[in-house]
């Protein structure tokens, strides 16, 4: 069936609605296409979404109007460029047929797309993709398959270098956003709009109270109406060892690199999203490896907000929006790619000439703005490459005094505390779909408020006798941390298993502003110790036994300025975050009786328990 959206002098578009396109298993996928005026074949733009082609995006704004557009508009923006747009529901969401099973079926309902479209009159055998979130990992999964029609790419704040390695998992531990986006979605589901009562019991559940349950069963979790979610997130939590369920196209880009498309191709995220590591890794191993062009961009937002210029409590700044500094706005930046590298118009710019984009966080006043957030400021700067030429990993070692220095300190241990039933808050930090548990973004490190158990409102996370902090001196002068962070620690337990949480902080003296001063989460990184030989495998930890264990990070940019200290928290936990071990060494998805843990961390010659920041000299303006 189609109808007629538009009908302006000079540019009518044509949209088909629900044209329902076969996979290979017979199941169809309805699929909204906009064609623009002039004469067919066009090059084509797929955008596949599990969130409702009809639907809004809350990232689909500007600078200018901060309301969110729809996707009809968006795509009718497309075809009034030239571009034939087709808006797709992922199967077994909206109007597709089949059974929605989150991630999985994606490589092969991408590339099956691909074919039906390429086959189509309206195709000129030229499709690129575009998408946000999950719209992004459909992309990386069939470009994991390198379908020949798949000829430019725009992956916005997603696309799996490895699911389990970030996104799903992250250190073996299992992000807890998994359950908030599943109840989430579950309400908002075909069979639930259609089921009255499956609609009732699943709006009686409490999803705070449920997020302390670890692990969820089935027939045991707030799901139970939602069998489909409930399954999906039962069995998620459960797989905990990498192994070829992790390694299928649809999670885990990184294994298909060698098969992955040869098209130009943007990864873009920002450094407090949960896929800032894989765009970063992504983009370090296929700019290297494929003919492209493949770019990196790297903002300062929480998950997709790259038309404002805060994320969390934290501003950057007027610069800090991708509106008028990368781009004039959001769609220009994605017309612009596509006509110089979909269409192949020589006659357009590349509107990213350089390999990396990447905004570098710091250098503001430190007062508190007219919106009550912390101006941290910063600046975009350009790039030859990921990591950052001329940066340098250097070790800024651990002492049993709290320091965090260069030099490596005599012989020594810190312990700390911890009791799963009162896990260290998450406060902010690189989160999405966390709502309505946590928030992304940066935070002073601050308990103010209740929900996960805080017993004293207002009172320093690094007050706590379940976290250690290591310091440096106060700056002397500034200092720039571009690139990936990674710690080795040497650590032991008195329990079989613990985690090890890592946080790198920009601590701020004490201001008119915040008496306190200000302690700014920038990045974090996770270790579930049972996994610290490899994650193929988990083997308990012996109690008192000191192992020496390497802790990925996620990436930052971010300058100290001169007064400033350098952080790094270390603690047992981050709820909601990521789960909470109970400390028994028992496989996932399996309950057990947590039990209360002193950890310690050893320094010294003989352990030389350390950070690495990628430190890049400051630029003498």
């Known amino acids: ?57 809350h990232a689909d704004r500007t600078a200018v109007d901060p309301t969110p557009r729809s996707k009809p ?39 099956d797309t691909l074919d039906w479209i390429a086959d189509q009159p309206w195709c000129d055998g030229r499709i690129g993709m575009t998408g946000l979130s999950y719209s992004a990992h459909v992309q990386a999964a069939v470009a994991a398959l390198g379908h020949p029609a798949l000829a430019a790419m725009f992956m916005d704040s997603g696309g799996f270098s490895s699911g389990y390695h970030s996104g799903i998992r992250q250190g073996g531990a299992f992000e807890l956003k998994q359950l908030t986006w599943a109840y989430k979605h579950a ?61 299928q196209p649809d999670l885990c880009a990184s294994a298909h690199y060698e098969r992955f498309t040869d098209a130009p191709m943007v990864f873009m995220s920002s450094w407090y999203d949960p896929y800032a590591l894989a765009a970063t890794e992504n983009f370090a191993a296929l700019s ?11 903002g300062p937002w929480t998950h997709g907000q790259r038309s404002v210029t805060w994320a969390g409590d934290a501003d950057f700044g007027p610069e800090a929006a991708l509106d008028g500094h990368v781009a004039d706005d959001y769609l220009r930046l994605r017309l612009d790619w596509f006509d110089r590298h979909l269409r192949r118009d020589k006659a357009a710019a590349d509107p990213l000439p350089s390999p990396v984009k990447l905004f570098v966080m710091g250098g503001g006043s430190g007062r508190r703005n007219a919106q ?17 030429p001329g940066t340098e990993a250097t070790a800024f070692h651990l002492s049993s005094d709290g ?16 009791d799963p039933a009162s896990p260290v808050p998450t406060i902010g930090g690189a989160i999405a779909s966390g709502a309505p548990l946590m928030e992304a973004g940066g935070f002073d490190q601050r308990e103010t408020f209740d929900l996960y158990g805080a017993s004293a409102p207002g009172r320093a996370l690094a007050d706590r006798d379940d976290v250690v902090t290591f310091q440096t001196e106060v700056l002397t002068e500034a200092v720039e941390v571009t690139g990936p962070v990674s710690a080795r620690l040497w ?25 306190a001063g200000y302690a700014l989460n920038l990045t974090h990184g996770v270790l579930r110790l049972r996994f610290r030989d490899g994650f193929e495998a988990a083997h308990p930890m012996r109690p008192g036994e000191v192992y020496g264990v390497d802790i990925k990070a996620f990436p930052t940019s971010n300058l100290f300025a001169a007064g400033h200290r350098i952080r790094l928290d270390v603690s047992a936990s981050n709820f909601p975050h990521f789960d909470v071990n109970p400390g028994t060494g028992v496989p996932a998805g399996e309950p057990s009786e947590p039990v209360v843990a002193i950890c310690s961390a050893h320094f010294g010659p003989d352990t030389p328990s350390h950070v690495v920041l990628p430190i890049r000299p400051v630029a003498q303006d």
């Open 187 to 247: 309400l908002q589901a075909p069979a639930t709009t259609a089921d009255p009562a499956r609609r009732a019991a699943l709006e009686a559940e409490d999803i705070g109270a449920w997020a302390r349950v670890n692990p969820w069963l089935h027939g045991h979790s707030p799901l139970g109406a939602a069998p489909e979610y409930e399954d999906f997130v039962v069995r998620l939590w459960a797989r905990e060892t990498f192994g070829p369920f992790w390694t």
């Open 491 to 515: 650590i032991s337990a008195s329990a079989l298993d613990c985690d090890v949480m890592i946080k790198l902080v920009d601590v701020y003296p004490p201001s008119a502003d915040y008496p």
């Open 288 to 298: 290297r490896m494929k003919a492209g062009p493949v770019r990196l961009v790297m």
């Open 73 to 111: 508009e968006v795509a009718a923006d497309f075809a009034r460029a030239g571009y034939a747009y087709v808006l797709q529901d992922c199967r077994g969401r909206s109007a597709s047929e089949g059974v929605f099973s989150k991630y999985l079926n994606e490589a092969d309902d991408g590339y």
């Open 372 to 388: 009550g957030r912390l101006d941290h400021g910063g600046r975009w700067r350009d790039e030859a490459d990921w990591p950052p």
């Open 1 to 57: 069936m189609s109808a007629v959206l538009h009908s302006r002098p000079g540019e009518d578009i044509v949209v088909l609605r629900d044209v329902m396109a076969p996979m290979r298993d017979g199941v169809r996928l309805a699929a909204d296409i906009y064609l623009p005026a002039g004469t067919a074949p066009f090059s084509v733009i797929l955008e596949r979404t599990p969130y409702d082609k009809r639907g809004s995006n």
């Open 403 to 418: 320091g965090l220095s260069r030099i490596v300190p005599e012989a020594g241990q810190r312990a700390w505390r911890h």
